[in-house]
């Protein structure tokens, strides 16, 4: 086989591979494969709505632009291109640490440097996939107000999708250099947590500080952030240009991002495989555990939550999964921080976003605590009745949760007692019908599965979400319109009894 | 008329009937029961009557198993025989669609707590946790088990050193061999001092030398009057170390025996376990 051939048809094997890994990330399995395509045609066509609520009213927008609406749209490109970054971290660490075929594919007479350039372009493909299907019900709403000209966002989305691919590469590479193989993963883990999150929060931070509000656009539209950004003539905003139709500037911003993985492609290849050698090398590195201290006593259950707390704290993969939630509640400490010298009716703000941030947090470690046990069987012959192990393991959620979001509402508590109780009730509802929801639809995994838990159970994942938000406007409702928060309230019961009456273990 | 005596008596022997177990398990908490309580003498360590699981197919046929207290009993069986099954419907980790089990007396479907308290269960798979070290995991075991700390830890020093644990007491297992991971998980099973242990093919993957670690600690552990059953597909170590040894076959108990009933119910006279077993499962797939 010819080098070019041998080329093409590793591509084919890596475009095979990661469509059957997209698919079953959606559909679960085979089973159940056409319904979930229709369910997804069903969430994309319900898509356009939000996104005709968000973006609607700026498909009239003509060239040429002014600043405040360059600027907008810069940051909407430039939150976009964050988020592909992020994601772009996780890919590119797969590859290196996911080691199921790499000692076929190091063993095998392939010429590495040839194999490591497809897995490049790989990775620049499924980021690119991947924001283009969550960009087009935006692009679509564009494209209907305004017309065909808007079609050229899509190229915007395209170029920027394989930049942040090479700027990943780049980072990731880099990493592994400076800090070594073993660190390198949790680094690139809460350096894609933090990138994906930091933006927008860097936004409401300066609008917190600047105007005392949450909303980004308070800082985007405003006249300092005008006086700041550089003349329209600047390629700063070419991508602006480019997503409302100016072919020429979308030509030069799609070639500079395939010239630019291109490069990365030539550049790091080659290293790729060294770096994939090394990480093979170091991936058993000792790591010791504290000396030891004798042994302590306690219930069964003392056992099981001590061990619960040990495991959280030890991994990882939970850590930067984690943080992206934790970074949301950087904004509200701001913002109550802030009351405390200025009064100020935002701080009603401060609720859902806890409560929120509360349920989600909740969710992660109800499946951390319940459905992740590596050691199943082991938890399973224990002499202890099932319902004990389940009730140790829901205490630890709730101390956990507990232990993050007391010192905010105690906070709270200072500059108004009857939000900070309603926060904490919503706390304590978001945690528990997380939790529930985990309990009902637990299923047996290992915890380095964590990532792939909204693909278990896509019900559960959607009533999580759904719960989530629900009780996170019943809470901010029953701070500012009590009545409405008793609607909202019942429709979010409404939604986890429906989801317990449909899940399969109702016991 | 009852006699004083005679009503002493019936109320000496209600009181410890009825009425004693129930205050003491009042007064004190269920994992500080002494396990002498709750075991009785003179009865199999495990007897499994008309044992039945479907899935598909029937794995487990009306199984009737009894397995002496003290004994290492090996369970051979073709891949799909129904052997982990068995094993895991006795553990507690699956729910039979027929049948009883009793351990030591206890019935395990009855009071699966009280069978648990002395039952320990090592499958192929080692079951342990990556973040934590071995100490840390015994520790867990042993208050899983409700074992008491001063007891559970020098136990636990002891079991690692025996199998050559010792050096990496405080590393993590996440960096452990196969061969490791088996030795961290059967120290588990065994840190609770279990009367009857159950182990899945426990040798798979381990090296020679952790072979022999391994079954030097189970027969010392037989030696002490634990029993303990096996499943294995190395014949050699079932016709070395088993007192007797089972064969099962689509479900059902084929053979049994030590090794010399089975040649002497086979009419083989000298041959090895290994043929007698590759002719059992022969005839039993011809009759099926």
């Known amino acids: ?507 | 008329m009852p006699q004083p005596r005679e009503v002493a008596g019936f109320g000496a022997i209600w009181f410890t009937r009825f009425t004693a177990p129930k205050v003491l398990r009042f007064m004190v908490r269920d994992d500080q029961l002494d396990r002498s309580e709750i075991m009785k003498a003179d009865v199999s360590a495990l007897e499994v009557r008309g044992l039945t699981k479907r899935f598909d197919r029937p794995a487990v046929d009306a199984l009737d198993l009894t397995v002496r207290t003290g004994e290492f009993y090996a369970l051979l069986g073709p891949n799909g025989a129904g052997k982990t099954t068995t094993l895991r419907m006795v553990a507690g980790l699956l729910k039979p669609d027929a049948g009883t089990v009793s351990i030591l007396g206890i019935d395990a479907l009855a009071d699966p707590v009280a069978a648990k308290q002395i039952t320990a269960w090592v499958s192929d798979e080692p079951m342990i946790y990556d973040k934590l070290t071995p100490l840390e995991y015994l520790e867990f075991v042993a208050g899983l088990w409700g074992i008491d700390p001063s007891v559970s830890e020098i136990s636990a020093h002891q079991l690692l050193a025996s199998l050559g644990l010792e050096p990496h007491l405080h590393e993590r297992c996440e960096g452990f061999s196969k061969g490791m991971r088996q030795k961290v998980a059967l120290a588990g099973a065994l840190v609770h001092d279990p009367r009857l242990i159950i182990l899945d093919e426990p040798l798979t993957g381990l090296d020679a030398l952790s072979a022999r670690h391994v079954k030097g600690l189970l027969q010392e552990r037989v030696r002490s009057g634990c029993t303990v059953i096996m499943t294995t597909h190395i014949l050699e170590v079932a016709e070395r170390m088993a007192d007797r040894i089972g064969v099962i076959a689509a479900g059902r108990l084929v053979a049994e025996g030590t090794l010399a009933e089975l040649r002497q119910q086979n009419g083989r006279g000298d041959t090895s376990l290994e043929d007698m077993f590759i002719a059992l499962v022969d005839a039993e797939a011809a009759a099926a």
């Not at chain 1, 990731?172 to 883990?189: D, E, K, M, N």
């Open chain 1, 1 to 507: 086989m010819s080098s070019a051939a041998a080329l093409t048809w590793f591509a084919r094997h890596e475009i095979r591979l990661a469509w059957r890994e997209w698919l079953a990330m959606m559909t679960g399995s085979r089973g159940k494969r056409k319904r979930a395509i229709i369910a997804l045609v069903v969430f994309a066509a319900i898509m356009h709505l939000p996104a005709y609520a968000v973006i609607g009213r700026f498909a009239d927008l003509q060239a040429p632009l002014g600043k405040p609406e360059l600027i907008v749209i810069t940051a909407t490109i430039f939150l976009a291109w964050a988020l592909m970054l992020s994601q772009a971290i996780e890919s590119v660490t797969r590859v290196f640490y996911a080691r199921a075929d790499l000692d076929l594919l190091m063993s095998s007479p392939a010429n590495l440097a040839n194999v490591f350039s497809v897995r490049i372009a790989a990775i620049g493909l499924s980021v690119n996939g991947m924001a283009l299907l969550l960009s087009t019900p935006f692009v679509d709403v564009l494209v209907i107000g305004g017309g065909a000209r808007w079609l050229s966002a899509f190229g915007v989305v395209v170029a920027i999708g394989l930049s942040a691919a090479a700027v990943a590469i780049a980072i990731t590479v880099l990493l592994f250099t400076l800090i070594g193989p073993s660190r390198t993963r949790l680094v690139a883990q809460i350096v894609a947590a933090v990138i994906g999150a930091g933006f927008v929060i860097a936004l409401q931070v300066a609008a917190i500080l600047s105007y005392g509000t949450l909303s980004r656009f308070a800082v985007l539209t405003s006249d300092a952030a005008s006086a700041y950004a550089p003349d329209l003539d600047s390629p700063l905003w070419w991508p602006a240009r480019a997503a409302i139709g100016d072919g020429m500037v979308l030509s030069w911003l799609m070639a500079g991002g395939l010239l630019l993985l291109g490069a990365v492609m030539a550049i790091f290849s080659p290293r790729f495989a060294n770096t994939v050698v090394r990480v093979a090398a170091t991936t058993r590195s000792i790591r010791r555990g504290p000396r030891a201290t004798a042994f302590r006593g306690g219930s069964r259950q003392w056992a099981l939550r001590t061990k619960e707390f040990l495991l959280l704290r030890r991994d990882p993969w939970l850590l930067s999964q984690s943080l992206m939630q934790l970074l949301y509640l950087v904004p509200p400490a701001l913002m109550l921080w802030r009351s405390f010298s200025e009064s100020s009716d935002a701080i009603v703000l401060i609720t859902p976003v806890v409560v929120m941030a509360a349920g989600q947090l909740a969710g992660g470690l109800a499946w951390l605590t319940i459905s992740g046990e590596d050691a199943a069987d082991l938890v399973a012959t224990a002499p202890l009745p099932p319902s004990r192990v389940i009730r140790a393991k829901i205490e630890v959620v709730l101390i956990s949760i507990g232990a993050i979001f007391a010192p905010l509402i105690a906070a709270l508590a200072f500059a108004s007692v009857t939000q900070a109780i309603v926060t904490a009730l919503g706390v304590i509802i978001a945690t528990v019908s997380a939790a529930a929801i985990q309990l009902w639809f637990r299923v047996q995994a290992k915890r380095s599965q964590f990532r792939r838990r909204q693909t278990s159970s896509r019900l559960a994942t959607f009533a999580e979400a759904f719960c989530s938000i629900g009780w996170a406007a019943t809470s901010a409702l029953a701070v500012t319109i009590p009545v409405a928060a008793m609607i909202s309230g019942a429709l979010t019961a409404g939604i986890l009894a429906a989801t317990w009456k449909i899940s399969p273990r109702r016991d």
